[in-house]
């Protein structure tokens, strides 16, 4: 039955909420792809001094966090509640993609940077016009991570987010569901009593998946090559 579907979208809130995933997702991509490249890169230079000190204090990010409140007090001291940029803000680098970007670059030859240096060129010349050409695969994999990551989030969206015109459709669908088992469960008052709060699920978990199936496509080619990248020491 195709009624579970209409549910979802007889409320027109949904679409709005499909726009609002789509700009989290392209802008926090485009900005995690950006800020991830310009830590990465200089990492990879054996010439940046300190460039372990600075690599360890990175990583100890992965094993020790601020927890919940702290980043709350903080994204809120810096007034970013009901805005994107308490979403995008904090999770600006990925470290497990930058460490996979990391290695990648330092697997190019330096005798590519040597002869580009003696001809004149600078860091942002040789990342733009070397580095990132010759590393189509492993950014379009991270792209990927990073893209499923922003359209797949609610738990920041629901704390940090209290405008219903600005939730993502995650959150939206869940509340959906939340209202499907509670409408459903008050003897079908509300709600067709043959749309199920199961059906109301399946089809919530259709319509989140079916954008990201229709990427993953034309990304495939590079997901498999890049994905060996990080287990590949060099």
């Known amino acids: 039955s195709l009624e579970a579907y209409n549910s979802i979208f007889k409320d027109g809130n949904v679409l709005l909420s499909l726009k609002n995933t789509v700009v989290i997702t392209l802008f926090g991509t485009a900005f995690n792809m950006l800020f991830t490249i310009m830590c990465a890169y200089p990492l990879s230079r054996k010439r940046l001094q300190g460039r372990g000190f600075f690599s360890g204090i990175i990583v100890f ?4 966090g601020g927890g919940l409140i702290p980043s709350f007090l903080l994204v809120k001291s810096l007034k970013l509640i009901n805005t994107y940029w308490a979403l995008w803000l904090p999770g600006l ?4 993609n930058m460490i996979i970007l990391k290695t990648f670059f330092q697997g190019i030859p330096d005798s590519l940077e040597e002869a580009a240096m003696i001809d ?3 860091d942002i ?3 733009v016009r070397i580095m990132l050409p010759l590393s189509g695969s492993v950014l379009a994999t991270l792209s990927l991570f990073s893209a499923v990551g922003w359209w797949n989030d609610y738990y920041n969206s629901m704390i940090y987010l209290d405008t219903t015109t600005k939730l993502p459709m995650t959150v939206r669908l869940m509340q959906m569901i939340s209202n499907a088992n509670r409408t459903f469960s008050m003897n079908g008052e509300g709600v067709d009593e043959y749309i199920t709060p199961e059906a109301i699920k399946a089809s919530t978990i259709v ?3 079916v954008p990201i199936l229709c990427v993953y496509p034309f990304l495939q080619k590079y997901f498999v090559k890049g994905v ?5 020491k060099g």
């Open 61 to 64: 990010t992965m094993i020790f």
């Open 93 to 96: 680098i990925s470290v497990y």
């Open 120 to 122: 004149g060129a600078n």
């Open 125 to 127: 010349y040789i990342l």
């Open 207 to 209: 319509v989140t998946m």
């Open 228 to 232: 060996m990248i990080g287990s590949v």
